[in-house]
């Protein structure tokens, strides 16, 4: 798969792996169209795209908001006709503890990890099955094997995300449309950075956005990294639970 002359959505752009993207993509002779709710920073990003011939179409959007997702939808479709890769990357974590362990978290957290997702697909099924073919590209993570204390929200939330996807790409297998599922480790970022515990082969968004995008033009069923991450993640969700659990329950003393 290349990007070449197809229209390209990524949510999620203002920072980060999108803002990386988003980069990345301006230098492939594509059309793109950049969601997120901080509009000031995707106009900023625009501008700096149009200096690699890029015009990008910029979209205010809360993923979490079913009617926002409908309205940039229509938006996207009117500028470009449609979308033929949608890169669904928006997300959002918090520390919770049972200290401070408050539901809104949990509807922002889902709200954007997994019902950002799922109301984008709502958008573009229509679409797709019309031209039987079309790209979905869903950000989960590496977190989503176990129940790790503190990201429970955030855990279970991207867990959500990759059986939600798994069980769509074998739904749509059928219909020529194709369903990836990403799975980082850590990556820097704006949200990373405000974790106060160690991120082992914690990796620049830049070089994230290269091995996402890498992985789609192999049209990749999922493309998971760093390796180091994901055979440590392996071991974990091998672990009987009440081992895990000690060894959860044992770094929590330790603080």
Same mark, same amino acid.
């Given at each position: 798969?290349?990007?070449?002359?197809?229209?390209?959505?990524?949510?999620?752009?203002?920072?980060?792996?999108?803002?990386?993207? /988003?980069?990345?993509?301006?230098?492939?002779?594509?059309?793109? =169209?950049?969601?997120?709710?901080?509009?000031?920073?995707?106009?900023?990003?625009?501008?700096?795209?149009?200096?690699?011939?890029?015009?990008?179409?910029?979209?205010?959007?809360?993923?979490?908001?079913?009617?926002?997702?409908?309205? =940039?939808?229509?938006?996207?479709?009117?500028?470009?006709?449609?979308?033929?890769?949608?890169?669904?990357?928006?997300? +959002?974590?918090?520390?919770?503890?049972?200290?401070?362990?408050?539901?809104?978290? /949990?509807?922002?957290?889902?709200? /954007?990890?997994?019902?950002?997702?799922?109301?984008?697909?709502?958008?573009?099924?229509?679409?797709?099955?019309?031209?039987?073919?079309?790209?979905?590209?869903?950000?989960?993570?590496?977190?989503?094997?176990?129940?790790?204390?503190?990201?429970?929200?955030?855990?279970?939330?991207? +867990? /959500?995300?990759?059986?939600?996807?798994?069980?769509?790409?074998?739904?749509?297998?059928?219909?020529?449309?194709?369903?990836?599922?990403?799975?980082?480790?850590?990556?820097?970022?704006?949200?990373?950075?405000?974790?106060?515990?160690?991120?082992?082969?914690?990796?620049?968004?830049?070089? =994230?956005?290269?091995?996402?995008?890498?992985?789609?033009?192999?049209?990749?069923?999922?493309?998971?990294?760093?390796?180091?991450?994901?055979?440590?993640?392996?071991?974990?969700?091998?672990?009987?639970?009440?081992?895990?659990?000690?060894?959860?329950?044992?770094?929590?003393?330790?603080?």
């Amino acid at each position: 798969m290349n990007f070449a002359n197809k229209t390209v959505l990524i949510t999620g752009a203002s920072s980060g792996i999108g803002e990386a993207l /988003a980069r990345n993509l301006s230098k492939e002779n594509c059309r793109l =169209a950049l969601a997120a709710r901080r509009i000031a920073l995707l106009e900023k990003l625009s501008g700096e795209l149009k200096l690699n011939g890029c015009d990008p179409l910029v979209v205010k959007c809360d993923v979490s908001k079913k009617e926002d997702v409908s309205a =940039a939808y229509r938006q996207i479709k009117n500028k470009f006709g449609g979308i033929d890769i949608a890169i669904l990357n928006s997300g +959002a974590g918090h520390k919770v503890t049972v200290d401070n362990y408050d539901s809104k978290f /949990a509807e922002e957290i889902f709200g /954007a990890n997994l019902f950002g997702i799922i109301y984008w697909v709502e958008q573009l099924l229509p679409e797709y099955f019309e031209k039987k073919k079309g790209t979905i590209v869903g950000i989960s993570s590496l977190a989503d094997n176990r129940g790790f204390s503190e990201s429970g929200f955030y855990s279970s939330s991207k +867990a /959500a995300v990759s059986i939600y996807l798994e069980g769509l790409r074998v739904e749509l297998n059928p219909y020529g449309i194709k369903v990836i599922t990403v799975k980082p480790g850590f990556i820097k970022t704006p949200m990373t950075d405000k974790n106060n515990f160690k991120m082992p082969f914690i990796m620049s968004p830049e070089k =994230a956005a290269e091995i996402i995008l890498g992985g789609i033009k192999k049209e990749k069923r999922i493309i998971q990294f760093p390796w180091q991450t994901v055979f440590l993640s392996r071991l974990v969700g091998l672990l009987p639970g009440s081992i895990y659990e000690w060894l959860a329950g044992s770094r929590l003393v330790e603080k």
